[in-house]
């Protein structure tokens, strides 16, 4: 069955550096997004990318966070200098349409920040 | 801004019983209601879901009801198994004035199903 893979797992970064979060979306899907889930708290949405482009991004996406799909089959989701609030469970979803379609998730990065 | 709401953070059944899982929404542009299952440190895993022009969807032990109205959906698990055990997410989506379909997340409940 097609699934969503993220890597790493976990990655365990120091204050101020740069992290990079890979997904690899299921193949003819078009739709995707990251979501996070700080501890204890609901799954939040990040943003979505449609044709290349942010096609939305919640508050939480501000200029440290950005995201591309360099090789046409990988999505990554960068966060130029975390904060110590960065650290949560970032997941990568991925959906086939735009209408009535369920979106299908990634195992999940567990990003903490030191 | 809690569009989506659970307002039980937890559930115990006992095996065999019916698992009633409840959630509440205020943006009436919502269209599309789905559930997910979320084990501890991994991805939500899709359940069920339903548009807004039905009221009820089944599969298999798992039905969702909607009820636009009073904007409340629930999850009905019969019968409840100990797999079952785990923290069940209600979501909504709309694709609405440009919106991407995003999910909207309840808070989630753990259920717990007693052997």
């Known amino acids: 069955e097609p699934e969503v893979t993220q890597t790493p797992s976990h990655q365990v970064t120091q204050m101020g550096q740069e992290v990079i979060l890979r997904c690899v979306p299921i193949?003819?899907?078009?739709?995707f997004y990251w979501y996070r889930q700080i501890l204890g708290q609901k799954v939040e949405f990040l943003v979505s990318?449609?044709?290349?482009?942010?096609?939305?991004k919640s508050e939480i996406f501000d200029d440290q966070f950005s995201v591309e799909r360099p090789d046409g089959s990988n999505f990554t989701l960068k966060i130029r200098s975390t904060k110590l609030e960065d650290s949560a469970m970032y997941f990568c979803?991925?959906?086939?349409?735009?209408?009535?379609?369920?979106?299908?998730f990634g195992q999940g990065t567990r990003l903490t920040v030191v | 801004d809690q569009q989506v709401k659970q307002n039980s953070p937890s559930l115990s059944v006992q095996e065999g019983r019916i698992s009633i899982l409840n959630c509440d929404y205020t943006?009436?542009?919502?269209?599309?209601f789905l559930w997910y299952k979320k084990y501890p440190a991994e991805g939500p895993t899709f359940l069920i879901s339903?548009?807004?022009?039905?009221d009820k969807n089944e599969d298999g032990r798992f039905t969702v009801f909607l009820n636009k109205s009073a904007k409340h959906l629930s999850l009905h698990i019969v019968p409840s198994q100990p797999g079952d055990s785990a923290v069940y997410f209600c979501a909504a989506s709309g694709f609405y004035g440009g919106a991407t379909n995003k999910l909207i997340f309840g808070t989630g409940t753990l259920l717990a199903v007693q052997p």
């Open positions: 979803a991925s959906m086939e349409g735009i209408m009535n379609t369920e979106a299908f």
């Open positions: 193949s003819n899907h078009l739709y």
């Open positions: 943006n009436s542009m919502f269209d599309y």
């Open positions: 339903i548009s807004s022009i039905k």
């Open positions: 990318f449609y044709n290349n482009e942010i096609s939305e």
